[in-house]
Structures are given as C-alpha cells and as structure tokens.
C-alpha cells in the first residue's frame, strides 16, 4: 500500500509569501517596509538619479515655503536660504546618514562580537579584563565622549564612523558574552569538545551559527540608535563636514531659520524620526514573527477576523 | 552584601582610573592651548611664562603625574577660561543636570508604567496598538529636532512658553519634557513586555480567583514583579539622559554640567574636561550601584554574597 504524502507546497504557501502576507496584515510593519525600501533606494541610486541637483542654488527660491511647486516640482518640501530644494537634498543625504550608520553599525558588530565570543568562551582573566574595557565605555555618556575624540582628531568620514562604532560595542561585547556563556555548556558543545574540536572550531561552527540571530537583531536597534547618535554629533556641528552632509546637519543647518523658515529644519529632522520609527517597527514585527507563539496569536486572529 | 558593594566599588574605580587617563591624554592631545589664549603676535617669553605658570611646559608625564597627586586632595586645579577652581564650577553646574535629568526621568517612569500596564491588560487591544506605535515613535524622535519643533509650537508660535534660559518654572517645562520623551517610549515597551508575561503567570490567576480587585491586580501584585527589568532600562537609560542633557542644555541655554562641558571642549580648558568627565563619571557609577541595591529591595529572592 502506498500512501502519496501531499507536497507541502500545495497545503501551504511558500515560507516567502507566508511572510510578506504577514506583513501584509500588520499595517504599520508593511508601511515601514515600504518606507525602509525608499530610503535604502535613494541612498543607493539617489546621487545618481538627483547629480547635482542638491547643490544647485536658485536664488529665486530663497527660502521657499513648501508647496512652491510653481517654481518646479521638488520644491514641494520647499527650499532653504540659498534657494537648495530640500527634497532633492533629502535624496541625496540619504546616502551618508545610512551609509555612516550602517557602517558603523557593521563595525561594532564585528568588534563586540570577536570580543565577547573570546570573553566567553575562555571566562578568565581575559574576560575580566575585556568587560572593564567595556565598563570604561559605558560608564561614560557616549556623546560627550565623542565630542572629545571628534575635537581631538579632525571629524572626518573615517573618524565619525570610528567614533560612534566604538562607543556601541560595548551592547554587542556583553550580549555575545553572555550568550556565550550559556551555550558553551549545552550539550553539543561540550561533545563537540570531548571530541576534540578545537576552540576556534567550536566557536564557529557551533556556537557562532546559535548566538548570531540574537546580534543580527540588536544590530538592527541599534542602526536607528547610531543614526541618531549620529545627528546628534552633526547638529553640533562635529559630524561630516560640509561640502558632504546628513540630514542631521540639514536639521542643525535650519536651525538658525526657525522663526522665518521652519521647513529647513523640519523635513530632515522627520525624515530621522520616520526611518528610525520605520526600524523599530519592523524589528519589533519581526520579534512577533519569529516567535512561534506570538506568531500563533497574529495568525490566528486574522483568521478570525476574516 | 558588603562584600558585593566592595567588588563593584573595586570594578568602578579600575574603570574610573581608566577614564581619567584616557580623557588626560586625549584632551592634551587637542592642540597646545598657548595658542587659543594668547594673542597670535604675543612675543616668546611672555608664551614660554604662560606655559611655565601653568606647567604646559612639563614633560606630559610629569604633568600627569601632578595632576594625579592634585586629584588625590580633590583639587581639579583651576580652569583656564574662568580663572576660578574647576570644582566650584562643576558642582554648580552639576545640580542643574541633575535635576534636568531626575525631572525627566521622573515624568518618564510614572508615564511609561501606566501606560504600559494600561497597554498589557489586553494584549493586541485597540489601546494596546496605540501604545505601542505612540511609544516606538517617542523612542524613534531625535531629540534636538524634537526640541526645535517644540520651541516652534510653543514658543514661537502659540508663545505659552519661553523659548530658551533658565528661571522660573516655566523655564523648565520644555527641556524636560523633552527629555523625557524617549526614555518614556523605551520604558513604556519594557514595562508592556514584563507587564504582559506577569499577568499571565500563576500567581495573577492565583490573586484573581481570590477575587482580589482588577485594578489592584494590575498595579500591585504584576507590576512590582515587572519592575525589575524596568529598572535595568531606566538605569541604563541614565546616561543616556546625560547625553540628551548635553543637546538639550545647548538648545535651551541651560547652565548644566553638558553646556559647560561643550564649551570647555572648544577652549581647550583641560582642567574643566577632565574635572566634569570625572565627576559626571563618578555620579554615574553610584548610580550604577544604587540600581543594583534596588533589585535587592524589589526582589527578595535576590541576594548579594
């Protein structure tokens, strides 16, 4: 007798289009994806489409409220006091704000990672002496200490993105340690040790692979994290200098215009809050997602609910 | 407990030690301040006795070293620009900060706790939805914009409220509020979180089979046990507070310790950073330690041998 198990693509949809319908449902998470998709967009091709439209000075839209649109269309966010549309310098800021986070982000990662799988897996004097580091950095607000570095050697591309990464690896250090910890006295690792892998062996092939989603997702916070530290930096004018800028210094560069001008100020500085809304929101759906339980919940009342 | 203060006290002061060498030699590494306070066409000698008074002449080691033994007797020495003891000028910007900072972090936890446990009674309910996306807002704004938009509003615009100084209560309002608004949105998350798995524990349906009231249900016996990594944001958030306090302490014209600081970074006024770097340091580190003694008070079953 044989028995023909149905495929399971045909009782259930691919784990993809499982996802995105998820997505679907949650209103806010697929507006945020959208979002998120924009601003990766423009900060990839944004320079190419725009050139220098960025730059270009148009004295006769100095300080152009929004919706001048008689004076071209992407005057529709207005423009600042050198006559810059501010929707096309939107586009092409894109690029450094993301680029400087992720950078940053990405480095952090990297070095607290290392850092944390050497503290703990070896749980020594080595450990010790890695987690006061990490307490020298967090004992001390982040942003002034950046300012020092930043006075100190000159605020450079380079610099900022060492800055901020620094001053974050300390989140990585202690979560990769503490994970750590844990898994090295699970079962698998310990037979992997009695059958005498090596210590860098076990680390990556066995520890790695189970602590990473847990950093990849801190990695995900923290690039809305850093990209506010960020244009917290440029707002007092030591984050990249100009001719190069990020929305934050388009924000501090509006703020000597408030009373006259508010929208110099204001578009850049909400474009920062809706990506970095944007990551949260996303992350925090993909919390729900991957957990089964909570999964169970979003699924079920949809179905509920029609 | 004695003996776990002592450790933490231990660790602080390495880490403390570390800052004070890092934060010595990255402020020497600024630039010679001879050039920031002396004219340009000032001739050699009159230089070389500006550096000699002030021991800028001194190999940096012996320099560090006085000022290690200065530091010993608390003298931070006296800070360039003002020409009064760096002491007496961070203490008196201290307790500004502190209470920028306190104000803040006050506003935020009564907030975030009632809106989080309000949020929890009903997971994936209408009000739950609305506090969750308003929160994850708060914690996405970036502060100094906030802050400008907020002048904008209220200051300029509908002129309820004085757009920068400090004096009156009134003085007060926007900066903390402002402050507030992002550790509010991070704790209210926490405090939904823990409020959520709570509520769903034994002990609740223990409380509520007695018949014990819904609401004293709620804020009695869930949300005390849901304090606990309440408190470890909060803590965490500390210094964050004190990086808000330095933007919003620029914005606002307030005399705190980050106004201060901003401006001894950009006159070279070693004294003053590495006095204000110290002492806010150490502020945070009692801190830290206080935290630690609160888990002990909240949680019974916590003991520190």
């Given at each position: 007798m044989t028995v023909t198990a149905p495929s399971p693509s045909t009782l259930e949809a691919s784990p993809l289009r499982q996802s995105l319908g998820l997505l679907w449902?949650?209103?806010?998470?697929?507006?945020?994806?959208?979002?998120?998709?924009?601003?990766?967009?423009?900060?990839?091709?944004?320079?190419?489409?725009?050139?220098?439209?960025?730059?270009?000075?148009?004295?006769?839209?100095?300080?152009?409220?929004?919706?001048?649109?008689?004076?071209?269309?992407?005057?529709?966010?207005?423009?600042?006091?050198?006559?810059?549309?501010?929707?096309?310098?939107?586009?092409?800021?894109?690029?450094?704000?993301?680029?400087?986070?992720?950078?940053?982000?990405?480095?952090?990662?990297?070095?607290?990672?290392?850092?944390?799988?050497i503290a703990g897996y070896r749980n020594d004097w080595t450990s010790g002496m890695i987690m006061r580091m990490a307490d020298i950095l967090m004992s001390f607000p982040s942003l002034l200490l950046a300012l020092i570095v930043l006075y100190v050697l000159d605020p450079g591309v380079t610099n900022v993105i060492l800055v901020l990464a620094v001053t974050r690896v300390p989140i990585f250090l202690r979560t990769a340690r503490a994970e750590v910890l844990e898994v090295r006295e699970r079962t698998f690792v310990v037979a992997a040790r009695v059958m005498g892998a090596s210590p860098w062996r076990i680390l990556w092939r066995h520890i790695r692979p189970t602590v990473m989603p847990t950093l990849v997702t801190i990695a995900t916070l923290e690039f809305a994290l850093v990209m506010l530290s960020e244009s917290s930096l440029s707002f007092l004018g030591l984050g990249i200098q100009a001719p190069e800028f990020t929305w934050g210094a388009m924000v501090a560069q509006g703020q000597s215009y408030l009373?006259?001008?508010?929208?110099?100020?204001?578009?850049?500085?909400?474009?920062?809050?809706?990506?970095a809304m944007s990551l949260n929101l996303l992350a925090n759906w993909v919390r729900i997602v991957s957990d089964?339980?909570?999964?169970?919940?979003?699924?079920?009342?949809?179905?509920?609910?029609? | 407990m004695g003996s776990y203060v002592r450790t933490r006290m231990l660790h602080s002061a390495i880490s403390m030690a570390g800052l004070i060498i890092l934060v010595f030699f990255l402020a020497r590494l600024t630039g010679n301040p001879v050039d920031l306070y002396l004219p340009i066409d000032t001739p050699v000698d009159v230089r070389d006795?500006?550096?000699?008074?002030?021991?800028?002449?001194?190999?940096?080691?012996?320099?560090?070293?006085?000022?290690?033994?200065?530091?010993?007797?608390?003298?931070?020495g006296q800070s360039l620009r003002q020409e009064r003891p760096v002491l007496t000028l961070v203490l008196g910007a201290f307790p500004t900060t502190l209470a920028l900072a306190a104000a803040a972090m006050m506003l935020a936890l009564s907030v975030a706790v009632v809106a989080g446990a309000l949020a929890a009674r009903n997971p994936n309910g209408i009000l739950d939805r609305f506090v969750n996306v308003i929160s994850l807002a708060g914690a996405s704004l970036p502060n100094f914009w906030l802050a400008l938009v907020s002048v904008l509003l209220f200051a300029v615009w509908l002129r309820w409220l004085p757009t920068s100084g400090s004096g009156g209560l009134s003085h007060w309002i926007l900066p903390v509020v402002v402050l507030a608004v992002?550790?509010?949105?991070?704790?209210?998350?926490?405090?939904?979180?823990?409020?959520?798995s709570a509520l769903s524990s034994a002990y609740v349906k223990t409380a509520r089979a007695k018949g014990v009231q819904s609401r004293s249900v709620v804020f009695v016996h869930a949300l005390r046990n849901a304090m606990l990594p309440v408190i470890t944001v909060a803590g965490d958030q500390a210094s964050g507070m004190i990086n808000g306090a330095v933007v919003i302490e620029m914005i606002f014209g307030f005399p705190g310790i980050g106004k201060l600081m901003i401006d001894s970074i950009q006159y070279r006024d070693f004294a003053m950073i590495q006095g204000g770097v110290i002492v806010t340091a150490a502020a945070i580190f009692l801190m830290n330690i206080l935290i630690d003694l609160a888990y002990a008070v909240l949680d019974p079953r916590i003991k520190y041998n």
């Open positions: 449902r949650d209103k806010f998470a697929f507006v945020s994806a959208l979002f998120l998709l924009f601003v990766i967009g423009a900060a990839l091709f944004g320079p190419y489409l725009v050139g220098s439209g960025g730059n270009k000075i148009n004295l006769m839209a100095r300080n152009a409220p929004p919706l001048s649109i008689h004076l071209g269309w992407h005057y529709f966010l207005g423009a600042d006091s050198l006559g810059r549309s501010i929707f096309l310098r939107l586009i092409v800021g894109a690029r450094n704000t993301v680029m400087l986070a992720a950078s940053a982000v990405f480095c952090s990662l990297v070095v607290g990672s290392v850092l944390g799988f009373g006259t001008a508010w929208w110099v100020a204001f578009w850049p500085g909400l474009a920062i809050t809706l990506t089964p339980v909570q999964r169970w919940r979003l699924e079920t009342r949809t179905h509920t609910n029609g | 006795a500006f550096s000699k008074a002030h021991g800028f002449d001194d190999p940096l080691l012996v320099q560090f070293g006085s000022f290690l033994s200065d530091l010993v007797r608390l003298d931070f992002r550790p509010c949105g991070l704790i209210a998350q926490v405090v939904r979180g823990a409020m959520i």
